[in-house]
């Protein structure tokens, strides 16, 4: 009874070892995951003036690209890299930036109007004289200065969402 026992371990043995050995060897490491392949790669790109407005760019890097008065109205940006983007005076209105990078972003004079934030990072990003009415940010993580600065001007209703502004900020 025993001996069919050990004839069944014996190649479960074998594989575990092999693969043990090939993981060594660096031959069984899983394939590296990427992001998806059929997004564009705007890094370092200047996009000024450039009109996105009502794209799916979802999952797409805009690292360090520069966006000075570009419109990406009603797009879809969520799952994008936003790391140190200039999107100065950008028509971001509706647009879809949910679980999204976007550290040491600016967003100066950009229009923010019922975009939809949410669990987004936006560390050591700059808000300044940005249009946020309606726009909803639960969940994303902003600098406390930068949440004391907007909840000065926070309001409106998220038609999306139907969350208000200043809800989503924490506003008091």
Do not use: W
């Amino acid at each position: 009874m025993l001996q069919p026992i050990r004839t069944l371990l014996r190649p479960a043995l074998v594989v575990t070892l092999v693969c043990l050995l090939a993981v060594i060897g660096g031959l069984c490491l899983p394939s590296p995951a990427y992001a998806q392949a059929n997004t564009v790669d705007y890094t370092l790109t200047n996009l000024s003036f450039r009109d996105f407005s009502h794209q799916n760019l979802s999952g797409t890097s805009f690292a360090a690209a520069e966006m000075r008065e570009a419109n990406f109205e009603g797009a879809d940006l969520s799952g994008t890299i936003l790391t140190k983007a200039l999107f100065l005076k950008a028509n971001l209105a509706g647009v879809d930036l949910s679980k999204s990078f976007a550290d040491r972003v600016v967003f100066d004079q950009a229009d923010l109007t019922n975009a939809v934030v949410t669990e987004a990072i936006m560390t050591s990003s700059t808000f300044t004289d940005t249009i946020i009415q309606g726009a909803d940010f639960s969940g994303t993580i902003l600098d406390r200065y930068q949440i004391a600065r907007m909840c000065k001007v926070a309001d409106g209703v998220n038609p999306v969402t139907g969350v208000s502004t200043r809800d989503s900020l924490g506003c008091r």
